[in-house]
């Protein structure tokens, strides 16, 4: 089945311990992306790339970071969480190198104390 | 630059009336225009897509939306609600094929009354 699986769906953590939140997509898409999604504010885009080793800002990069080391796979790290981090996150991705039509992961909810 | 501005964060219908859900948007060069459908629990779904062919789109669901360029418009409709139909909806544009951008609006809450 064609998906985008990210993991994990559910985490609390604590402000300052370094977490990593996986995405993996099995259509050989070379667009993929991160959003986070909060009350009244939609999906704010954090980073995205258009192919292996090709990673950009979107618009609320800030406490994240992203590689891409492989095709399917695009991590998405913070450092050293905070409490205003606490999110709903997506992962996405798309065929071709332009932002067309997206597919995407179930959701990580993030809480950070 | 492209933007989205989605009209009521809410919206109520009665079980068998007409959908309307509105966006309107703002771009620089011949957009794309999307709705995606987020159900509880869920990552979203594309409903539909505007690429610059019909103005009319039909999508899945019995959605569909229309391009009006005059308007910057491209409000989704849907002639009979049902019960199912209850989520969250997201209209996004993006600059067409030469954009690694897509800019979603801030969502409309659909609720369907019994």
């Known amino acids: 089945e064609a998906q985008v699986t990210q993991n994990p769906r559910y985490l609390i953590t604590v402000t300052g311990k370094k977490l990593t939140v996986t995405c993996s997509q099995n259509m050989n898409h070379e667009y993929m992306s991160w959003y986070r999604q909060d009350p009244g504010l939609g999906l704010r885009q954090i980073y995205y790339s258009m192919n292996v080793e090709v990673t950009d800002k979107g618009d609320v990069p800030e406490g994240y970071k992203v590689s891409r080391k492989e095709k399917r796979n695009f991590p998405l790290i913070l450092e050293s969480p905070s409490p205003n981090q606490t999110s709903l996150y997506f992962c996405?991705?798309?065929?071709?190198?332009?932002?067309?039509?997206?597919?995407f992961g179930a959701g990580s909810r993030l809480t950070v104390l | 630059a492209q933007s989205v501005t989605q009209l009521g964060s809410h919206v109520s219908v009665s079980e068998g009336a007409l959908v309307l859900l509105r966006c309107n948007y703002s771009?620089?060069?011949?957009?794309?225009l999307f709705w995606y459908v987020q159900y509880p629990n869920q990552g979203l779904q594309l409903l539909l897509k505007y690429t610059s062919a019909a103005t009319l789109v039909k999508g899945i669901n019995g959605f569909e939306a229309e391009f009006k360029k005059s308007e910057t418009s491209f409000h989704l409709t849907k002639p009979s609600a049902h019960m199912s139909d209850a989520a969250e909806y997201f209209c996004?544009?993006?600059?067409?094929?030469?954009?690694?951008?897509?800019?979603f609006g801030k969502g409309t809450r659909l609720h369907i009354l019994p």
């Open positions: 996004a544009v993006s600059g067409g094929s030469s954009n690694d951008k897509i800019i």
């Open positions: 771009s620089s060069v011949p957009p794309y």
């Open positions: 996405a991705s798309s065929p071709g190198r332009v932002a067309n039509v997206l597919t």
